[in-house]
């Protein structure tokens, strides 16, 4: 097996969300495997502490919220001009929100589809524009599990992450004929910050009882980090449409 298959040498790659959790992951992994990171965040302070600690040269990062739609495309073609055109994309950022059905309102799903699924197809679209994306390019979706399988109180986040899962292989069916890869990454509970803030709120009996969900335990921002990197690579060449689950077991059961 040809190793450097799994390398990212020469490839400029866009990340969303990457001031934390698996955003910023994904971008150490990317500059670690020898990519240039183009991060995007809405915290610039943890935007550029992020930057700097990557591995490598000639990474950038964009102060950007992305539900601001408009601007969006003079950042991607800053970016494609000043690193090169872009060949890889992951969308990781994202927004997590548990009301029973009787408290959602409108603007609640509106909030969620805008970060979790608008504002990543809107960045597909923009990267699929000339001059801004290399011959062969990669784009990797952060689902959930969530968009797999229900759960009560998740209502409005299962249906914006199982609208990523659908977009993705309509999407992958309309590129692939263009040298372009279009795939999914599932996960189940990562340890965040977010997730730990979440378990500050809940009870030591209710977070045991999730953990017990998951077979393996929790999951790491690396191991969602990891399973981006592959799909980004040319190991991954035959593969788009794709739905590459990564819950600890969580699903099997």
């Not at 390398?7 to 971008?27: D, E, F, V």
């Not at 017990?212 to 981006?228: I, L, S, Y």
Request: a neutral charge; proline letters at 3%; aromatic letters at 8%.
């Amino acid at each position: 097996m040809n190793s450097d298959l799994f390398m990212l040498h020469g490839k400029n790659i866009l990340i969303t969300g990457a001031s934390s959790g698996i955003g910023r992951q994904c971008a150490a992994a990317c500059a670690a495997m020898g990519a240039k990171a183009i991060l995007f965040g809405r915290d610039e302070k943890r935007l550029s502490e992020a930057c700097k600690s990557l591995e490598g040269t000639g990474h950038l990062y964009y102060m950007a919220d992305i539900t601001k739609y408009d601007a969006l495309e003079v950042y991607i073609r800053d970016a494609a001009e000043k690193a090169g055109p872009i060949s890889g994309f992951v969308h990781s950022a994202g927004v997590e929100m548990t009301k029973p059905l009787k408290m959602m309102k409108p603007e609640f799903y509106e909030q969620l589809f805008a970060v979790n699924v608008i504002s990543g197809f809107e960045i597909a679209r923009i990267l699929l524009k000339k001059k801004c994306h290399a011959e062969k390019m990669s784009m990797v979706f952060i689902s959930s599990i969530m968009g797999m399988l229900g759960q009560p109180g998740k209502t409005g986040y299962c249906a914006s992450k199982g609208a990523v899962l659908a977009g993705v292989k309509a999407m992958a069916l309309e590129y692939a004929a263009k040298n372009i890869q279009i795939n999914c990454v599932s996960p189940a509970i990562i340890e965040t910050e977010m997730v730990k803030k979440l378990f500050d709120t809940i009870s030591i009996e209710a977070k045991e009882e999730i953990e017990q969900m998951h077979p393996m335990g929790f999951g790491k921002p690396e191991d969602v980090a990891n399973a981006c990197v592959f799909l980004l690579s040319g190991a991954a060449g035959w593969i788009t449409g794709t739905n590459l689950v990564v819950d600890g077991g969580y699903s099997a059961k």
